[in-house]
Structures are given as C-alpha cells and as structure tokens.
C-alpha cells in the first residue's frame, strides 16, 4: 500500500478530485497548506502598499492505495495538475505498513 501526497495549486483540486473518481479512487484527504520551493511567493498590492508574500498557498491532497493503483493515481495527479508553470506542485509516494478501518477492524486492502 501507497500513500502518495500531491501539493497542487487551487484551482486544480476540482480538476484532480474529478479525474481521480473517474478511475475508481473515491477516498481522498484534502489540506489548504502554505509553502514555497522554487516559486519563492511573490508580491501583491494592499491599500497601495507593496508586501511579499513568501509562502504561496497550496492544497494537499493525500490518497491511499494498492501497489497496482500507484501508476494510475501518479499519472491521473500528473495529468490534471499540471500547467507547465513554476508552482504546480510536487508528488510525495510513501509506503505504509498498515491500514486499519476503526469502525471495523479490517485492515490491509480490505480497510481501503
């Protein structure tokens, strides 16, 4: 089992949350997150007054699944994330050892 994070921009969540139903990944995690790489924020105008801002805001979508969904889900985020611009994100894969559904006790597979 996979745990993949995805940091996309905004206006891309809709976008990736649509694509990633579409090939049968129902079960997501979503964080409004803040941050920066090689984007470096960026300037904006209040009440006349030029500030930075230095973390960009950013959403994180967290998804579990099976070895054989990893390469869906990588490409599915890939895909529809993507707008060949500085800032559209990273993708972080992490294995996990176990799943447990509270409600049930099932675990592995069967919990996702």
Avoid: W
């Avoid at 649509?18 to 105008?45: C, P, W, Y």
């Avoid at 390469?71 to 992490?94: E, H, P």
């Amino acid at each position: 089992m996979k745990k993949i994070e995805a940091i996309v921009r905004h206006f891309k969540l809709e976008d990736v949350k649509n694509a990633l139903s579409e090939q049968g990944i129902d079960g997501m995690t979503i964080t409004e997150v803040r941050g920066f790489g090689r984007q470096k924020g960026h300037t904006e105008m209040y009440r006349g007054t030029e500030y930075t801002v230095d973390f960009v805001p950013k959403v994180k979508i967290e998804v579990i699944c099976s070895d054989a969904n990893l390469q869906t889900v990588l490409d599915t985020v890939m895909r529809t994330a993507q707008t060949g611009q500085i800032g559209d994100g990273k993708i972080f894969v992490s294995s996990l050892d176990e799943i447990i559904r509270i409600r049930t006790g099932e675990k592995g597979d069967e919990a996702l």
